[in-house]
């Protein structure tokens, strides 16, 4: 069994949990059923639920049993549950790009805790 093998084999084993911030983009959706598929993980797009759900559809992808995850609705609740439980005050951006990735961050690490 070479490198690979090796490390899918052990990512089999654990059932981690990888959360997919740039969810709508049809590279993203493709690895996250590949690694569905494959039994490496259970795999959690974050994005606009509608459109992760047409460019799945276009690239023929069945994203059945892949969790979808709309951040933009509750971004002030995100933070401030990142805040409580890593007792840091909550995330200041300074720019649209920066915030963005703040609201994309905090729900990755609060979908992995």
């Known amino acids: 069994m070479g490198v690979m ?3 899918k084999r052990r990512a089999r084993g ?3 949990r990888i959360v997919f911030p740039e969810g709508e983009d049809p590279r993203i959706i493709k690895a996250a059923k590949k690694a569905m598929d494959a039994g490496i993980a259970i795999p959690i797009l ?3 639920a ?4 047409r460019n799945a559809k276009k690239i023929g992808a069945d ?3 892949i969790s979808v995850i ?5 971004i002030g609740m995100y933070a401030k549950l990142y805040s409580k439980l890593t007792k840091t005050p909550a995330p ?3 720019t649209h790009l920066r915030a963005h990735e703040t609201v994309l961050d905090l729900v990755c690490r609060l979908l992995l805790e």
Do not use: F, M, W
Not at 50 to 53: D, M, S
């Open 5 to 7: 093998g090796e490390i």
């Open 92 to 94: 200041v951006s300074y």
């Open 14 to 16: 654990l059932k981690a």
């Open 63 to 65: 994203i059945t049993g």
């Open 70 to 74: 709309e951040a933009g609705e509750n």
């Open 46 to 48: 974050v994005g606009n």
């Open 50 to 53: 509608e459109v992760i759900r």
